[in-house]
């Protein structure tokens, strides 16, 4: 068995959450970034096992989603961000860490429990590996997580003109270094 760490300033974790509802077209669709979590790899063979852990107080929004996928990174002003940013830690994920456990038989699956300061869920996510030229392996995936399942409560707008939908969209892209002895 041996244990490797993953290169947290190489990794990156995104969260997309989309608006709906009658006026959802005036709402922002956000891209989240997960700064500062921490985690290891466990390998024994072809099994395998990570935990991640995300605080929830350096969960950032980066910008606005535009229809074509692109970031506007100046649709947002300043306090509104910074307004976005107390919801989620005050109303929407009311606690410290957000933990991701993992665990696969195999490098292209995982299974993993997501459990959140008021809630959990299962799921399964397939992964892309490759061997990078610097060494470590590139760990890439995606998957949708339900709020609701999370304990996050229904998000609304002002006048419930719209809310946040139900499923966040969530890409991971991890180097995992070699073998740290």
Same mark, same amino acid.
């Given at each position: 068995?041996?244990?490797?760490? /993953?290169? @947290?300033?190489?990794?990156? @974790? /995104? #969260?997309?959450?989309?608006a709906t509802? #009658? #006026?959802?077209?005036?709402?922002?669709? #956000? !891209?989240i970034v997960a700064e500062g979590f921490e985690g290891t790899v466990e390998v024994d063979g072809d099994r395998w096992s990570t935990e991640l852990t995300f605080p929830v107080r350096r969960l950032r929004v980066i910008g606005s989603l535009k229809k074509n996928g692109k970031i506007d990174f100046g649709a947002i002003s300043t306090s509104d961000l910074a !307004? /976005? !940013?107390?919801?989620i830690r005050d109303e929407c994920l009311r606690g410290s860490n957000v933990r991701v456990t993992a665990e696969g038989t195999s490098p292209s699956r995982a299974q993993l429990q997501v459990i959140a300061p008021e809630g959990r869920q299962h799921v399964s996510c397939p992964l892309r590996v490759s061997e990078r030229a610097k060494g470590g392996h590139q760990v890439t995936g995606e998957v949708r997580l339900s709020l609701s399942a999370l304990g996050v409560p229904e998000i609304k707008g002002p006048l419930k003109a719209f809310k946040v939908f139900d499923e966040v969209e969530v890409e991971v892209d991890f180097v995992v270094k070699e073998d740290a002895g």
């Open positions: 068995m041996s244990n490797r760490a /993953i290169d @947290v300033s190489a990794s990156r @974790v /995104i #969260l997309r959450t989309r509802g #009658l #006026l959802a077209r005036f709402a922002h669709d #956000l !891209e !307004e /976005i !940013e107390r919801k």
